[in-house]
Every structure is written in C-alpha cells, then in structure tokens.
C-alpha cells in the first residue's frame, strides 16, 4: 500500500544540537513537502521539492535545511536546533497531475530542550 | 501571500445532527482542499474541489469561486466524525499548500 513514513515518530534534542527527520514515501510522487504545525499557526510550508536532488525554500525556511536524494526520501535536517522548533513535523508527498492525491505522514513530534 | 480562515473554530454536535463548516480566502486560487485530521495527528484528504459541488458519502463540498469560499458540509454526524477539519488553498501546487486553523468538530452519543 502506497504510504509516506516518518521517522522518527517522537523526538527529544537539545539545543544547539543537530536533528535529522526523515520522510520515505511508495506513492512515486514526484513533489514532496514538509510542514510544521503549531497551535495559533495551523500548518507552515518548511521546504519542498519538485524531484530527486530538487529543494526548495518554503515559508518559514529559516534554521531549516532539507535533501532530497532519491524520489522517496525527503529528510529535513536542523543543524543547530532551539527551542522555538519545538513542534509536530509532517512530511506530505503530491502528484500534480492528479491533485486529490495528497498523502501525510503521521508525524514527528520534536522537543527541543 | 494567500488568507485562508475557517469557521467555526470548533463545533459541538449530538450524534445525528448536521454542520456546516465554512473556509474563506482573500485571493485567487488553483487548487482547494478539505482534509480531516485524527486526533493524534495525521491528516487525510476528503476532497479536492477548485470549484463546484462534491459528495462523498455523508460529507458534501462545496466552492464558489466569485465569492472565495467554500464549504464543507456534514450530514447525520456519528461519533468517527470527530476531529479537526483543514482546508488549504494553493496558486500552484507543486509549490505547497497554504493551511486554515482548522475547525475541531466533536460529535457525542
């Protein structure tokens, strides 16, 4: 069954320190998305991409850096990490030939502390 | 940039009855989007719908262009309806879509 997976599912860090979130998805979609959702804000494009080595500057990219290796996997890597990226991440893939199929993952929750 | 907002931001039903939830937006758009979210986290797309009327099953969709906004209907609402509501818009979307808050719909015997 087509599927996009996160991993991990929950994440502790602490501040200053480098993590690393990673999104694999089956569907072959060729644009894949990661998003932070936050209470008061809803869901916020970090980055996205159009294909394998393809990254893109979303939103709110700022302390954000992302790769995109292959068509299935998508990682999204903070470098220094703070508290104020304490959140929920969600990895989405999309194939713009067919708009309705827009698939999630279930989500990381980091803390940073 | 794109306003999406969604009303109500949260709705308290009895087993049985029907809602209307409301998405608003301040530009033009390609595509628009209803998906449903557990509690717990993910999120699932119910429709797309960049215009017109849609159905699926008890859930009914639908968008009016001219006057930026749509409407996600629920009919006979079960407890398994419970949970937050998102639309999201996008001008193109390869490049993402922009998110509303959400309505939290609760449904209880």
Known sequence: EAAVTQSPRNKVAVTGGKVTLSCNQTNNHNNMYWYRQDTGHGLRLIHYSYGAGSTEKGDIPDGYKAS???QENFSLILELATPSQTSVYFCASGDVRANSDYTFGSGTRLLVI | GQQVQQSPAS??????????????????????????????????????????????????????????????????????????????????????????????????P
């Open chain 2, 11 to 108: 709705l308290v039903l009895q087993e049985g009855e029907n809602a209307e939830l409301q998405c608003n937006f301040s530009t033009s758009l390609n595509s628009m989007q209803w998906f449903y979210q557990r509690p717990g986290g993910s999120l699932v797309s119910l429709f797309y719908n960049p215009s017109g009327t849609k159905h699926s099953g008890r859930l009914t969709s639908t968008t009016v262009i001219k006057e930026r906004r749509s409407s996600l209907h629920i009919s006979s609402s079960q407890t398994t309806d419970s949970g937050t509501y998102l639309c999201a818009l996008a001008n193109n979307y390869a490049q993402g879509l922009t998110f509303g808050l959400g309505t939290r719909v609760s449904v209880f």
């Open chain 1, 68 to 70: 995109r290796p292959s």
